[in-house]
């Protein structure tokens, strides 16, 4: 098994957005390298041949893994629908991506203020082109929060150099989750 593999219904139903993400990133998930391993160790048990394809199918998974760094979980796109103040859609080479803010909540539908919050975060996105990092890529986030959440990528965007989840702090439209920001977001001051 490699290190940090997870195995069974943990990985199979993270494995949608696993692969949408790969797909963002073109890089391979620990779930699709533990798959390629499996893989590996099934042709592997064939005749000679067999065995030297099942070497070359987990190296090449191996090296795809040992390319991958931090710059792995950035990606972009434009902005093309926002559910609430904190959570939004981009288009992001042709895939449709939701994301969610870390460190910081908004009213949720049906709550107060969520109507105004979804406007405040229209305002600063829709129709732009944002910059994000998922968790684990050098957030505020990260050893906080996890890098993904019901379909979601949790990331820290940016419009340009601004931070979109401190704008929404600094509006009143959102509110620090020291939970998950470790307070990062607790004042409007960076």
Same mark, same amino acid.
């Given at each position: 098994?490699?290190?940090?593999?997870?195995?069974?219904?943990?990985?199979?139903?993270?494995?949608? *957005?696993?692969?949408? #993400?790969?797909?963002?990133?073109?890089? @391979? %998930? !620990?779930?699709?390298? /533990?798959l390629a391993f499996r893989l =590996?160790?099934?042709?592997?048990?064939?005749?000679?041949?067999?065995?030297? *394809?099942?070497?070359? #199918?987990?190296?090449?998974?191996?090296? @795809? %893994? !040992?390319?991958?760094? /931090?710059?792995?979980?950035?990606? =972009?796109?434009?902005?093309?629908?926002?559910?609430?103040?904190?959570?939004?859609?981009?288009?992001?080479?042709?895939?449709?991506?939701?994301?969610?803010?870390?460190?910081?909540?908004?009213?949720?539908?049906?709550?107060?203020?969520?109507?105004?919050?979804?406007?405040?975060?229209?305002?600063?996105?829709?129709?732009?082109?944002?910059?994000?990092?998922?968790?684990?890529?050098?957030?505020?986030?990260?050893?906080?929060?996890?890098?993904?959440?019901?379909?979601?990528?949790?990331?820290?965007?940016?419009?340009?150099?601004?931070?979109?989840?401190?704008?929404?702090?600094?509006?009143?439209?959102?509110?620090?989750?020291?939970?998950?920001?470790?307070?990062?977001?607790a004042t409007c001051d960076r």
């Open positions: 098994m490699l290190p940090g593999h997870r195995s069974g219904p943990r990985c199979k139903e993270g494995a949608r *957005l696993t692969y949408r #993400a790969a797909a963002l990133t073109g890089r @391979l %998930s !620990a779930c699709s390298i /533990a =590996s160790l099934s042709i592997g048990r064939g005749p000679a041949p067999m065995h030297i *394809l099942g070497i070359v #199918a987990l190296g090449a998974a191996l090296g @795809l %893994s !040992a390319t991958a760094s /931090a710059s792995d979980l950035f990606f =972009s796109g434009r902005v093309t629908k926002v559910a609430d103040g904190d959570t939004f859609t981009i288009d992001s080479d042709g895939h449709s991506v939701r994301v969610r803010f870390c460190g910081v909540d908004s009213p949720e539908r049906r709550q107060p203020g969520y109507a105004e919050a979804s406007q405040a975060l229209g305002r600063l996105t829709e129709g732009m082109v944002v910059r994000c990092v998922q968790v684990g890529g050098g957030t505020p986030c990260d050893g906080h929060s996890r890098a993904t959440n019901r379909d979601r990528i949790v990331a820290q965007c940016f419009v340009g150099e601004r931070d979109i989840a401190m704008e929404m702090i600094c509006s009143g439209n959102a509110k620090d989750w020291p939970k998950f920001s470790g307070g990062y977001y």
